[in-house]
């Protein structure tokens, strides 16, 4: 059974920080690229950030760029996404996906789904 459990989601104001961490089990990590997408209220899901299996080749979204990093660490089977200088608009349902590659996953087109961890970014 696949399973990829979010955490480290929270209220915080603009201008701070947030570090979001993926727990995956279930699957051969090192194989799978990884990647962070979001849902805000009212909006489609979005693609923000993949990484390929290595951690080597990383993709932001525009938006994010500068502010956002995705990273992993094989050993724990793990993926982050390291969030700087958040602004009320990063507010959104942040969900981690596993696929084969980093094109699916910024397509939102991902074999497996977390839950999802709900990130709240205050005026």
């Known amino acids: 059974q696949v399973q990829l459990v979010e955490s480290g989601g929270g209220l915080v104001q603009a201008g701070g920080s947030l570090r979001l961490s993926c727990a995956v089990s279930?699957?051969?990590?090192?194989?799978?690229?990884m990647g962070w997408l979001r849902q805000a209220p009212g909006k489609e899901r979005e693609f923000v950030a993949t990484?390929?299996?290595?951690?080597?080749?990383?993709y932001d979204q525009n938006s994010v760029k500068g502010r956002f990093t995705i990273s992993r660490d094989n050993a724990k089977n793990t993926v982050y996404l390291k969030m700087n200088s958040l602004k009320p608009e990063d507010t959104a349902v942040y969900y981690c996906?596993?696929?084969?590659?980093?094109?699916?996953?910024?397509?939102?087109?991902?074999?497996?789904w977390g839950q999802g961890t709900q990130v709240t970014v205050s005026s």
């Open positions: 996906a596993a696929s084969t590659t980093m094109a699916s996953i910024r397509r939102a087109d991902c074999d497996y």
């Open positions: 990484v390929d299996w290595s951690g080597s080749s990383t």
């Open positions: 279930g699957l051969t990590f090192s194989r799978y690229a």
